[in-house]
């Protein structure tokens, strides 16, 4: 019986200290009047079976909640804004595992395929494979790069001991049955070999009490737990993922603990542009992306009440006044001493 070992890691644990030019005047609420403007352009990419509501493209080939996050080209755009976002939240890194030429590597819900096209490119001797249930990704690719459609709660078809690393992140608002996915995991992962689930967590804190019961992002997370919580897919945190990995029978368990701040307002370079292309992704959907579908078809809101909630959570983000973060959670699992 393997000794199960964890560890907990915070690359950024301190306090956040706020920019004095954003508390130069609290009068104002929009980061333009502290000299900061955002802009975004769409990508373009197709999908051959979806539904259209709320005015956002939704995945449908595996059922209609399979997936509540749109797959639209506004989507996209924004999941490839956050690959950039969790790049320089982890210094960065595509992963925290300490990979060694690994040969064959899996993504896990790989979206657009951006994550699994920077693994190629810098694994180049690895056979990476990038699954979704939406066949969103780009045609051109590296020539050791392939995507697949497939459902991750679905009994894999894939070897035993078939892969080294096992790459996932922010799958929990899409997957019911975890204990069969992690099932799954650990029987294609060979022995030594790494797993990492990164997840973003839904929990909001601020280091100088700036965060109120009232603010408008705050409520939002709170009606987004109680709709995910009703279809068995609670937001993850450092604990659960933890548990979930050892549960699996995973050893030797890190987690990392990153802050991520939603606007500009930290004095820290590296913190500011992080929190600057977090706005730009408020501005991007955002919001309406985690919460329109599952406000009106778990919730049973109207249209109109969902979509006020999102408008109010992002106008929160932009008021420069709240100075507010999540935590990224990356455990990185061995499955067995090799």
Same mark, same amino acid.
């Given at each position: ?170 799958? @929990? #608002? $899409?997957?019911?049955?975890?204990? +069969?996915?992690?099932?799954?995991? /650990? ?125 109010? @959570? #992002? $106008?929160?983000?932009?008021?420069? +006044?709240?100075?507010?973060?999540? /935590? ?11």
């Amino acid at each position: 019986m393997e000794k199960h070992t964890t560890t907990e890691h915070d690359l950024n644990e301190e306090e956040i200290e706020v920019d004095p030019a954003v508390l130069a005047n609290t009068l104002d609420e929009d980061y333009d009047s502290a000299g900061y403007a955002t802009t975004t352009e769409s990508l373009s990419s197709s999908i051959n079976e979806y539904i259209f509501e709320n005015g956002r493209r939704y995945h449908s080939y595996f059922g209609v909640d399979k997936n509540l996050m749109p797959t639209d080209e506004k989507e996209q755009d924004r999941l490839d804004l956050h690959h950039e976002i969790m790049l320089r939240l982890l210094d960065g890194k595509i992963t925290l595992a300490p990979l060694d030429h690994p040969q064959k590597i899996l993504d896990l819900g790989t979206g657009t395929g951006i994550w699994a096209i920077d693994a190629a490119d810098n694994y180049p001797e690895a056979t990476v494979i990038g699954t979704d249930l939406s066949p969103i990704q780009p045609g051109w690719v590296p020539p050791n790069c392939k995507f697949e459609v497939d459902d991750a709660e679905q009994n894999w078809t894939y070897p035993a001991d078939s892969f080294d690393f096992i790459h996932s992140r922010n799958l @929990a #608002q $899409a997957i019911s049955d975890w204990d +069969n996915v992690m099932k799954e995991i /650990y029987r294609c992962t060979k022995p030594g070999g790494y797993v990492e689930l990164a997840e973003l967590g839904a929990d909001l804190f601020s280091d100088d009490n700036t965060l109120q019961d009232d603010n408008g992002f705050k409520i939002y997370l709170q009606y987004l737990n109680k709709a995910l919580v009703m279809m068995k897919r609670p937001q993850m945190n450092a604990d659960s993922l933890r548990a979930r990995l050892e549960d699996a029978g995973f050893v030797d368990i890190n987690v990392t603990n990153v802050k991520q701040p939603y606007g500009p307002w930290a004095k820290d370079r590296r913190m500011k542009n992080v929190g600057a292309m977090v706005l730009l992704m408020n501005d991007s959907g955002l919001m309406e992306a985690y919460g329109m579908a599952a406000f009106t078809r778990v919730l049973g809101m109207e249209q109109d009440e969902a979509l006020k909630i999102c408008k109010d @959570a #992002q $106008a929160a983000i932009r008021n420069k +006044n709240f100075h507010m973060y999540t /935590y990224l959670f990356v455990p990185t699992p061995l499955t067995s001493n090799p």
